[in-house]
């Protein structure tokens, strides 16, 4: 069964420290991986895309990894900031007999105390 | 990119009513989607949306309960129909874009209350 399982389900840090939330995949074939960020009340926001050739992408402080071998995935933030409090969802697309579609997590809630 | 708007951002809604809910963007896409985002769950994905052409329902959703419109390339509908307290959710319009893999760009969202 195609699934995505993130963790941790929430986590609380301080302002500037850094953390990493997972994301372990069961999709197959795997064509991409991508990371979110939802905050609350609005729609999901693209941080980061990876195909199954790429290990590593960055965008600001925000730096996904990629082990197309193992299935998992991790979102490393870099001195966290009051505003990254928000839901982090992991979702991997398909191709071949899963091409176009989209399995979501249920997403981790990060939030970031002063 | 696309920007995405929906309409109305919230609604809370008596049992057995309907909702239509409006999705707008600022260019022409072949594919919309629509999903549900229920309380602590991940996405669902309820429809797929070409235009000029029925809706694709996904398993467990079907036309009657969340019918579709599709009128141009840059609008879609979507319809709660008599609705029950459990189609409480926030529904969120997305398209894609780009040539090989796609990324995709979701709506504000659309947070319902059924009573």
């Known amino acids: 069964k195609n699934q995505v399982e993130q963790s941790p389900q929430s986590l609380i840090i301080l302002e500037g420290k850094n953390c990493t939330l997972q994301c372990n995949y069961t999709v197959s074939p795997f064509s991409n991986l991508r990371w979110y960020k939802q905050d609350t009340g609005r729609g999901p926001v693209s941080l980061t895309i990876m195909t199954f050739s790429e290990n590593t992408k960055s965008n600001g402080r925000y730096t996904a990894t990629l082990d197309a071998d193992t299935k998992q995935s991790s979102l490393h933030i870099t001195a966290s900031q009051l505003s990254d409090s928000a839901s982090y969802i992991c979702?991997?697309?398909?191709?071949?007999?899963?091409?176009?579609?989209?399995?979501f997590g249920r997403g981790t809630q990060l939030t970031v105390w002063p | 990119s696309a920007v995405i708007s929906q309409k109305p951002s919230r609604d809370i809604c008596q049992r057995g009513t309907s909702l239509t809910i409006q999705c707008q963007v600022d260019s022409q896409v072949t594919m919309m989607f629509w999903y549900r985002q229920q309380p602590g769950q991940s996405l669902t994905l309820i429809a797929t949306a070409n235009q000029g052409s029925e809706a694709t329902y996904e398993s467990g959703f079907v036309i009657d309960k969340f019918p579709i419109s599709r009128p141009n390339l840059t609008f879609s509908t979507l319809t709660v129909s008599n609705m029950s307290p459990e189609d409480s959710s926030i529904y969120l319009c997305?398209?894609?874009?780009?040539?090989?893999?796609?990324?995709?760009?979701f709506g504000p969202g659309t947070r319902l209350t059924v009573l």
């Open positions: 997305s398209v894609e874009v780009g040539a090989w893999y796609n990324e995709q760009f």
């Open positions: 979702v991997v697309g398909g191709r071949g007999s899963t091409l176009g579609r989209l399995y």
